[in-house]
């Protein structure tokens, strides 16, 4: 398993829905700036070779949430 986030919610559900993970609870944490789907590795594969997904370090999802919340980094 591993995280799919985004940079706004519409994208992040639309890349959910793109890759067949969409579900009314599917997202968690919705509303706030850890908000992310847990996808398995299969679906993980085709959302990076099929969707556009962009894999991300530890450093640059950190920086993300950062920004997210408002705190510059």
Known sequence: MC?????TP???LAMADKIGRSSPNGCKKAGIHHEHF????????????????KEVTQLEL?????ERRGNPT
Request: proline share 0%; net charge negative.
């Open 3 to 7: 995280h799919m986030v985004a940079d």
């Open 62 to 66: 950190w920086k993300n949430h950062s």
């Open 10 to 12: 519409e994208e992040l």
């Open 38 to 53: 847990d996808i398995a590795l299969t679906k993980r594969k085709g959302a990076l070779s099929e969707a556009g997904a």
